[in-house]
């Protein structure tokens, strides 16, 4: 069974910096792309970075330059580097398949950026 375990989340000002990670499990992680996705309150979840099973990095516009995501295939994890964060940036973030697997989100991991 597909499990995906969100952590590294917290409280942080604005233009400070988070490391998330998600561990995944129960499917050939090295064979899928994964994407990092959130969901602020009252809006829909979007994705905001993924990654191919190769390495190779995709950031959506709300994330371009500020966020970097990379995969350890050896640990069957993904990890999103987010810098200069911004009160907009305040989320539940979510990792899962690119495209998802539609029953099995996780928990997630709460970013709030705040003074």
């Known amino acids: 069974q597909v499990q995906l375990v969100e952590s590294g989340g917290g409280l942080v000002q604005p233009g400070g910096s988070l490391r998330l990670s998600c561990a995944a499990s129960g499917f050939r992680f090295e064979d899928n792309a994964m994407g990092w996705y959130r969901q602020a309150p009252g809006k829909q979840r979007e994705r905001v970075a993924s990654i191919s099973s190769g390495g190779t990095p995709h950031l959506e516009y709300s994330a371009a330059g500020r966020f970097t995501i990379s995969r350890d295939n050896a640990k069957n994890t993904v990890y999103l580097q987010m810098n200069s964060l911004e009160p907009e940036d305040t989320a539940v973030y979510f990792c899962?398949?690119?495209?998802?697997?539609?029953?099995?989100w996780g928990q997630g991991t709460q970013v709030t950026v705040s003074s």
């Open positions: 899962n398949g690119n495209p998802p697997f539609p029953h099995y």
